[in-house]
């Protein structure tokens, strides 16, 4: 009797720690654990399964079937759960490969050419439809092509510290692109027409306006009879070419010991038309260009003879072009590498 007692009791604490151990389960993991746990080889049940072959004989069958009973009914909650953890797995999967049509797209980016190489090689397409090759000359030189075959007095300021960065006693980052009109007289003998673009150097202060280093588009022509007004036409078929308009230029004298007569030509400010803006410091014209007749005493060092031949020379500041053409107001941006900078040039 008391055995009975102790079974039944046995079976209902049984099931009732089985439901609260159920109501923990959070996953498939934990009910495996818990299948295990009861209903395995080592469980209570099979315990109970054993115990009942000390029951008395006539009481068996009724034991028998209340632990089947309970074997079922664990079995049962077992399976119900699985089916209930496996609906709720698929909805979450379901849940988190949502695509919410609605979104914006992802935009990627091409990679593209930087302003300063997309602008040059216009200028360079230009140069070359109005009949000039192109030189490269070094941007680490020598201070006799930088300064001294350029008729440089010794004294010049120009050959100052303050304004070359010198590499050795012997050798100088060029402060502009002219070195290489004597490196190309030597080489070939005229009519020459070359364009010599690229980076130029000077010890300065870095502002909106002036930098370390810029770009230059260097040109000259020599030939027999070259005139001044062939450089002021050039330049002018030049600017309209680039600039796609009928902009206003100026030309101004100016001195440089490389050549004589030497000029200066200004663009008429496109960004404020010609109002006054910080980028022409006010005045409504931007410098853009030196220029000038190449001076005899540079023909000669370059083996040319200045009483059969005379020339032109300009030496254009890239970065000024590009600044006036797109309204930019501080040649730092060219080298900050801002993304939005980057991608703000049409077609580019
Ligand atoms: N080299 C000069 C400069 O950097 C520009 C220039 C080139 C002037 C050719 C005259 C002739 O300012």
Known sequence: MLRRILLQKKIETLSLQFKNDLSEVRNSADLDLLKIK?????????????????????????????????????????????????????????????????????????????????????????????????????????????????????DHPARDMQDTFYISADYLLRTHTSNTQVRVMEKHEPPIRVIAPGKAYRNENVSARSHVFFHQIEGFYIDKNVTFSDLI??????????????????????????????????????????????????????????????????????????????????GMGLERLIMLKYGIDDIRRFTENDLRFLRSFPGV
């Open 38 to 154: 009861y209903l395995g080889m080592k469980g209570p049940v099979r315990e109970l399964m054993k115990e009942l072959r000390t029951v008395p004989e006539q009481e068996r069958p009724l034991f028998g079937k209340s632990i089947n009973d309970l074997k079922t009914e664990l079995e049962r909650s077992v399976e119900t759960f699985e089916a209930l953890l496996v609906n709720r797995e698929q909805e979450s999967q379901l849940n988190a490969e949502t695509i919410d049509v609605t979104l914006p797209g992802r935009h990627r980016f091409p990679g593209r050419k930087h302003i300063i190489t997309a602008a040059l090689e216009e200028i360079i397409d230009i140069l070359i439809g109005m009949g000039f090759t192109v030189e490269y000359g070094p941007d680490i030189d020598t201070d006799y092509y930088n300064f001294e075959a350029l008729n440089f007095a010794p």
């Open 233 to 314: 036409s050039t330049l002018d078929e030049f600017i309209k070419k680039l600039f796609k308009s009928d902009i206003k230029t100026r030309f101004r004298p100016s001195y440089f010991p490389f050549v004589e007569p030497g000029m200066e030509v200004d663009i008429w400010c496109l960004k404020c038309k010609g109002e006054g803006c910080p980028i022409c410091k006010h005045t409504g014209w931007l410098e853009v260009c030196g220029a000038g007749m190449i001076h005899p005493e540079v023909l000669k060092n370059g083996g040319i003879d200045p009483e059969e031949y005379t020339g032109y020379a300009w």
